[in-house]
């Protein structure tokens, strides 16, 4: 895939929950007991252009996803053009990462939003999605990329699985970061094409 980064990349990011697969959950099925299931998030950064996973983090579901967008971003050294993210991320903070890796933030504001001090990046959005809707303001930002992070957290889950099985927090984490490595390899060796019904 074409990895060329003298435009700047576009990110998309998102998180999805894990299931821990322990002796807990053996017991439930074994015993039927009722146990209360342990989760983990997974969150990702994709590449919208290659569809590769460039960012990866593993975190306690308390977590929140702005809290982790940092994680994901800081240790990226290539040129970034933009980072798309939903909602959950319509934080200061996370206007702070993106502004740090010189990039735009395409991020819905909330619906009760109000406009930051002077000259914030944010204050544009909030004005349009006010004038010309939400779902303008996201056709006009490219937003529909989102999708792609859903969609590589779809094929983590349908080939990797929706649980860890690993059960300490340490292990678990390799565990994922195993499987995103795995996912990235398999996606390098070509993504499927579609092909409609002529």
């Not at 080939?159 to 984490?173: E, Y």
Request: proline share 3%; charged share 25%.
């Amino acid at each position: 895939p074409n990895t060329s980064t003298s435009v700047g990349i576009d990110i998309v990011v998102d998180s999805t929950g894990l299931k821990v697969f322990g002796n807990g959950e053996w017991h439930a099925r074994k015993h039927g007991a009722n146990k209360r299931r342990t989760w983990r998030k997974l969150h990702l950064a994709v590449d919208a252009n290659t569809h590769q996973i460039i960012g990866a983090e593993l975190s306690t579901i308390s977590v929140a996803d702005s809290e982790v967008l940092g994680d994901l971003l800081r240790p990226l050294r290539r040129k970034i053009s933009s980072v798309k993210a939903d909602g959950a991320y319509d934080t200061r903070g996370c206007y702070a990462e993106v502004a740090a890796k010189k990039a735009d933030a395409v991020i819905p504001p909330r619906c009760n939003a109000q406009l930051w001090e002077d000259g914030h990046a944010r204050n544009s959005a909030v004005i349009l999605t006010k004038h010309i809707g939400s779902s303008e303001w996201k056709k006009c930002g490219n937003y529909h990329q989102c999708s792609l992070a859903e969609t590589a957290m779809y094929r983590y889950k349908q080939l990797m699985g929706d649980k860890l099985v690993s059960r300490g927090f340490n292990q678990q984490h390799t565990e994922a970061m195993i499987k995103v490595k795995v996912l990235n390899r398999m996606a390098g060796l070509g993504m499927p094409e579609y092909q409609g019904n002529s």
